[in-house]
C-alpha cells in the first residue's frame, strides 16, 4: 500500500449481507435480510462511510454511501451517542466494486463524473483485497482491451471451444495471456509461444512439456503418446498458443493429433485459441482451414459455431481519456498538476494516423499510447515541471508519427544518460553527434500556428555526421514530397461564396488554403505533404466521402 501517494485516493466498496433480528421503535419485526455495504480506503483500510439496506443495494443506497463519504461524521456520532469519534472523510478518486456495474444511470454519471471528478470502475473477480494499489491499477483498469481479451479467453475456457483470435501488434495479447495464467492457474489454461523457425512439431510438443514443468528425457517418439495423457491428469481445460501466425502445418496437425486422442482415449475435450497478430481484416490461418482437404475441413469444424474468427477491438476515444484519467492517479506524487484528459482528443487524433493506424479502424493500441505519454512525461520530470505541457506531448506524437523511421548517427562519446551531460556532449567539437528525442528548448519550433493563407510547415532535419578530422554539425534542410491532391475542388460556387469560408482543407494530407474562385472554379494549387499533426480546429471546407461541408469553429 506504500506505493498509493495519499488517503482516500482509492477506495473499494464491500458488501455484506447480515443475519440479524431487527426490531423497529414500534415492535414490528423485520424479516428482510439487512444488507450493507461499507466505502473503505485501500491504503488505510479507514472506513469512510457505511449504509444498511432492507432490500438488495441500489442505485441511490451507493449514492448515499458516496455522500457520507464526503461529510464529516460529529453530527451522526452525536445523534447516535457513539463512545468514540469517526474523524473519517473526503472524497475519493477511484471507486472499486465487484458486483457489477452500480452507478448506471446518467444522473449518477452526472453527480460523480462531471461534477465531483471520481472514477468508478469494476474490479476483476480475480483480484484480491489488495487490488487498491497503483500496480493493480495500472494493470487492468488502463488495459480495457485486456477485458475484452481476457473475457474471450475464459469463455473458450468454460465451453471448451476452438477460436483464432486476432488483434493488432503491440495491443498487449501476451501480457493478457500471462496475468489470465496467473490468475486463473496453470496448467488449467496452458500457454505457449508458436515455435519461430523449426516447423517440426517436436518443437511445439516439447514446449507444452515444459509448459507443464515436465523434463524433457527420452525420445520424442516414446514423449509424444505420453502428451495428452498429461494434460490430462494436470487437469488442463485450455490451449493458448501466442503467435499463432507462426504456426506451420505439422503444428497444426499435431495440435488437432493430441486432442483427438483426448476426446478419444480419456474423453477430455480441451478448447484451443489461436492467438495471431493482425490489421485490418487480415485473418491469419483462414487460409489455411479453408483448404479442401480431409484434416482442414476437420479441423474448421472443430471452430466454435458463432465466434470462429475474432478480432479483439483496441481503444476508443472515450477508453482513451479513463486511460489517461487512470494515469493521472499513477503519477500524481511526481506531477502534483497533472491533467491529461485535457489532452485527449489530440492524443486520440495523434494516435490514430494512417501511420499508426494504417486500417482507419479508429482504435488505439495500448503501446502506442504508453510510449508517448511515458515519453512527455519523461521530458517534463527533466524539466521538473508539475504538469505535462502540450509542446511536450505534440513533440513525442511526433516522433511516433513522422519520425519513426528516422535514421539516429551514434558516434563519438555515445549517449550519455543525464541531460546535463547530453547538453555538453552535443557541444564538444570533434565527438560526433548524439541525437536524443528531446523537446526542444524553444518550443516555437515544435508547435504550428495555421496562417490565413496555409497552416504548413516546412520542416528541417538534422543529420547529424561526425569526423574526428573535421567538424559537422550542422541542419541541413530536407525537401518536402509533393501531396498527391491538387486541382478543381468540386465545392458549389454557391454554397463556398454563401457560407463566407474561404479556407479548404486537403483531404490526403490536412494542410489548408484560402480559395478564391478562378474562372468559374476553386483551384487547390499543388503542394508539399503537410509535416505537423496539429488537429485543425478552424472552420474549413472539408471533403467527407464525395461532398464538401463547413466543420470546426
Not at 245 to 258: A, G, T, Y
Not at 294 to 319: N, V, Y
Amino acid at each position: 500500500m506504500l506505493s498509493i501517494p495519499s488517503p482516500a485516493l482509492l477506495t473499494q466498496v464491500d458488501e455484506h449481507s447480515l443475519e440479524l433480528y431487527v426490531v423497529t421503535p414500534d415492535g414490528i419485526a423485520v424479516t428482510q435480510r439487512v444488507h450493507a455495504a461499507v466505502l473503505v480506503c485501500v491504503k488505510t483500510a479507514a472506513i469512510l462511510g457505511a449504509i444498511l439496506s432492507l432490500g438488495t443495494l441500489k442505485e441511490e443506497d451507493y449514492m448515499r454511501l458516496v455522500k457520507l463519504s464526503l461529510e464529516r461524521k460529529d453530527s451522526l456520532v452525536g445523534l447516535t451517542g457513539c463512545e468514540h469519534s469517526w474523524p473519517c472523510f473526503g472524497k475519493p478518486a477511484i471507486i472499486f466494486h465487484d458486483r457489477g456495474k452500480i452507478f448506471t444511470s446518467e444522473r449518477a454519471r452526472q453527480v460523480l463524473v462531471d461534477r465531483l471528478g471520481i472514477i468508478t470502475e469494476q474490479a476483476p473477480p480475480y483480484a484480491p483485497s489488495a487490488k487498491g494499489t497503483v500496480e493493480s491499477l495500472f494493470r487492468w483498469m488502463t488495459q480495457r482491451f485486456e477485458r475484452r481479451f481476457q473475457a474471450m479467453l475464459r469463455s473458450a475456457l468454460h465451453k471448451r471451444s476452438w477460436h483464432v483470435i486476432v488483434a493488432d501488434p503491440g495491443s498487449g495479447k501476451t501480457m493478457g495471456i500471462r496475468e489470465l495464467v496467473q490468475t486463473t492457474g496453470s496448467p488449467v489454461i496452458l500457454a505457449v509461444t508458436a515455435p519461430k523457425n523449426d516447423d517440426d512439431e517436436q518443437a511445439l510438443g516439447d514446449q507444452l512439456f515444459d509448459a507443464l514443468g515436465l523434463k524433457l528425457t527420452g525420445r520424442w517418439r516414446t514423449r509424444k503418446p505420453k502428451l495428452m495423457g498429461h494434460l490430462h491428469q494436470f487437469g488442463t481445460k485450455l490451449l493458448v498458443v501466442d503467435d499463432a501466425h507462426d504456426l506451420s502445418l505439422e503444428h497444426l496437425m499435431f495440435i488437432k493429433e493430441i486432442t483427438d486422442q483426448g476426446r478419444l482415449q480419456y474423453n477430455h475435450p480441451l478448447g484451443l485459441c489461436l492467438v495471431a497478430a493482425g490489421r485490418g481484416n487480415t485473418i491469419p490461418l483462414k487460409e489455411i482451414f479453408d483448404q479442401p482437404e480431409t484434416m482442414w475441413l476437420q479441423f474448421r469444424r472443430r471452430l466454435d459455431k458463432l465466434e470462429p474468427f475474432c478480432r479483439i477491438a483496441g481503444h476508443t476515444s472515450e477508453e482513451v481519456r479513463e486511460i489517461l484519467a487512470a494515469l493521472e492517479t499513477v503519477y500524481r506524487e511526481l506531477f502534483p498538476q497533472l491533467n491529461l484528459r485535457r489532452w485527449s482528443g489530440a492524443i486520440y487524433t495523434w494516435l490514430t494516423q494512417p501511420v499508426l493506424d494504417p486500417t482507419n479502424s479508429g482504435r488505439v493500441t495500448m503501446d502506442s499510447l504508453m510510449k508517448l505519454v511515458i515519453t512527455a512525461l519523461e521530458w517534463s520530470f527533466e524539466a521538473s515541471e508539475t504538469n505535462v505541457r502540450a509542446e511536450a506531448l505534440e513533440r513525442a506524437a511526433e516522433l511516433l508519427v513522422l519520425r519513426r523511421d528516422t535514421l539516429r548517427i551514434i558516434d563519438g562519446a555515445g549517449p550519455v544518460s543525464d541531460a546535463t551531460g547530453q547538453d555538453q556532449a552535443s557541444r564538444t567539437e570533434g565527438e560526433g553527434v548524439s541525437e536524443r528525442a528531446n523537446p526542444p528548448e524553444n518550443t516555437a519550433q515544435a508547435h504550428t500556428s495555421p496562417t490565413d493563407t496555409e497552416d504548413q510547415t516546412c520542416s528541417t532535419q538534422s543529420e547529424p555526421t561526425a569526423s574526428h578530422n573535421a567538424r559537422m554539425d550542422q541542419k541541413r534542410p530536407v525537401k518536402s514530397p509533393k501531396c498527391t491532391f491538387s486541382g478543381v475542388v468540386p465545392i458549389d460556387l454557391k454554397r463556398f461564396l454563401d457560407s463566407g469560408i474561404g479556407r479548404v482543407e486537403c483531404p490526403d494530407c490536412a494542410c489548408t488554403r484560402t480559395l478564391t474562385p478562378q474562372g468559374g472554379v476553386l483551384q487547390f494549387k499543388s503542394h508539399d505533404k503537410r509535416k505537423t499533426i496539429t488537429p485543425n480546429t478552424r472552420q474549413r471546407w472539408v471533403r467527407g466521402g464525395t461532398d464538401w461541408n463547413v466543420v470546426g469553429g
